[in-house]
């Protein structure tokens, strides 16, 4: 068991590294924190809420930019080494298949987490400055300095260290974009737009929460992309994420109302990861509180969803040729 669990550990370690160095891996990540940059600026033209669309827009493009990194991070690590033969050099020593699987599914989640983490950090950010509504409103400094500091920072010392040192630059960025940003979140938690200090404020509790639920979802579907990638290459296991990720933003709407008396679609409604469970944006902006029973039945329900799928995973690669 000991055993089992380091060399779990290990291959967990080893693959996150991997994973934050794929190019593809930064660069959905900087195209996702340009996206959250311009919220604000897009939000601005709409007839609307102007603070809620900003809000709808960046957890649309936190759940999307995590879609997309869990497909290509786990076919990256996972199914690019079963088609080149690589995994040979693990499965043919005393690694069990079961605990290879969940290894990688430990090291893709670490880097997911660490993306999602600047990014979330980016979005509180954003939030925090607002939208403009007049010409007559003002910057918020403390957003723009800290925020700009930590970005060209991180930048700057990732490629002075690549030119240098050869470090690799992708995992070398994300890696310092992660403490910058935490640091410049914590300065401007503590001052607010005008410089004067303040007590912590960052988020409100609803908007960490839901931040947390949109996470949970983005663990079932890395879930989904593990199982598939132990089959299947990038297109075909990017297309059935993309699948999961619709039809669990509409299967309450599509299933549920014709499971009377149907099995199969009852059996679709089982089989489906409901991710409405996780989308917060709709109590965010209308200000529900997450009640403690919500969170907890939601985090079960994660739980139970990607433990089937990585024994579904487990499944598919014990019978799966690999030399």
């Keep these: 068991m000991i055993n089992a669990t380091r060399q779990l550990l290990t291959i967990g370690r080893n693959t996150f590294i ?4 794929q190019p593809i891996f930064s660069v959905l990540t900087l195209v996702a924190i340009m996206g959250l940059i311009l919220n604000p600026m897009l939000a601005m033209f709409t007839i609307d ?5 900003m809000i709808d827009m960046g957890l649309s493009t936190l759940f999307i930019a995590g ?3 869990a497909a290509f991070t786990a076919t990256g690590v996972l199914a690019h080494e079963i088609e080149n033969k690589t995994v040979l050099t693990v499965v043919s020593k005393p690694v069990s298949r079961p605990v290879f699987v969940l290894g990688k599914y430990v090291g893709v ?3 997911i987490a660490l993306a999602y983490w600047i990014l979330a950090i980016v979005f509180l950010l954003g939030v925090r400055h607002g ?4 010409a007559a409103e003002g910057l918020d400094g403390p957003v723009l ?8 920072g991180a930048l700057l010392i990732a490629a002075l260290a690549n030119y240098f040192y050869h470090w690799s630059f992708t995992s070398t960025l994300v890696s310092l974009l992660g403490l ?3 640091g410049a979140g914590l300065f401007v938690g503590f001052v607010d737009k005008h410089w004067d200090p303040q007590s912590f404020n960052l988020a409100e509790s609803s908007l960490a929460w839901g931040l947390f639920l949109i996470f949970l979802g983005l663990m079932v579907l890395t879930a989904v992309a593990i199982a598939a990638s132990t089959r299947l290459g990038q297109i075909m296991t990017l297309i059935i994420c993309t699948g999961a990720f619709f039809l669990g933003l509409i299967s309450d709407f599509m299933f549920s109302r014709g499971m009377s008396g149907n099995r199969l ?3 679709l409604y089982r089989i489906t990861p409901n991710l409405q469970a996780f989308w917060t944006a709709d109590a965010i902006t209308e200000k529900n509180p997450f009640t403690l029973g919500y969170m907890g039945w939601t985090a079960a329900y994660a739980a139970c969803f990607i433990a089937a799928l990585l024994s579904l995973a487990i499944a598919l690669f014990q019978t799966r040729e690999v030399g």
Aim: net charge negative; no cysteine; proline share 0%.
């Design 265 to 267: 679609v009852e059996l």
């Design 180 to 182: 910058f940003l935490t």
């Design 18 to 21: 991997e994973s934050i160095r």
């Design 109 to 111: 989640v670490g880097a």
């Design 131 to 134: 939208v403009m509504q007049t």
């Design 67 to 69: 879609l997309l990194l």
């Design 49 to 53: 809420d102007d603070n809620k669309i």
């Design 145 to 152: 300095s800290f925020g700009v500091a930590a970005g060209a």
